[in-house]
């Protein structure tokens, strides 16, 4: 009933830290809105809204907001959550399950203990695309220094946890 | 960090049904692989193999043979699952979370008592897709037809459990 897939590639983006906070602080900045808003955009960028409903199904909606005042939203869903663990996103649906516009990113993110080092947090950010044009336009649109600076952001927030 | 994304059109097929099985029949007859081999493929095509990992994120895997012998394999995930109750798949990821070739639907499963009808079941498969395209070439593909016959042999299934 549905044309023939093949397993492709996962195009993937990605960006791997030690944070120097333990991973359910790291967990916590990334779930709670009022913490998410203060690390998810690259300042001078800010967010000017966050409604994160973190369970497998469940929406969010965060709006960036640029130095100009403009505002840029976004909606996704949640494919998968466990707790201090593990969290999966992706705007290929604006709600569950509504197809989105133009499905763009899935977003795997693990939190692990980091071996060596108690308290802190190994995280992982695996950012999968359905396309390598896409993959590509995102690491053109400045993937690793946006993802970057706002994982400095993030280890500020939950370092104060 | 991703593009802007505002709440579209569903672009859905869909097709409602009473089926003459009560609702843990024709659920069973879904998520069982040895049950949806025997009505998955509108007759003459048939299923040459069907692996079904149901629950959110497991996988499924189904190869349809047409009356040549040639075969077709569709891979997919589970979003949502709810016995006896709900189904949701779609064919934009091939495992979790490995984004396909081409995501092309996301498929919608109710199953209702029916009414007023005791042990019958009221069958709704929604069928939506990303784009206004999409949703025309499924049709074209003879999506009514071709659920309507497969509705009719997953009836005969469920209705002998």
């Not at 369970?55 to 909606?61: E, I, L, M, V, Y």
Request: charged share 25%; with cysteine.
């Amino acid at each position: 009933m549905t044309p023939t897939a093949t397993t492709p590639a996962a195009h993937e983006l990605s960006l791997t830290r030690t944070i120097a906070a333990p991973r359910h602080a790291v967990f916590r900045a990334w779930t709670d809105p009022a913490l998410l808003k203060q690390w998810f955009a690259p300042r001078p960028w800010s967010v000017s809204e966050a409604e994160l409903d973190v369970r497998p199904g469940g929406s969010n909606f965060i709006v960036m907001r640029s130095p100009d005042g403009e505002d840029y939203p976004n909606r996704g869903i949640y494919l998968e959550v466990v707790e201090n663990e593990r969290l999966v996103l992706t705007d290929a649906y604006s709600e569950a399950w509504v197809p989105s516009e133009k499905p763009f990113i899935t977003i795997i993110l693990t939190f692990e203990d980091e071996a060596n080092d108690p308290g802190k947090t190994r995280y992982t950010a695996r950012v999968r695309h359905w396309t390598a044009e896409d993959r590509e336009t995102h690491e053109g649109m400045g993937f690793h220094e946006g993802w970057g600076r706002c994982t400095d952001q993030l280890e500020e927030v939950a370092a104060r946890l």
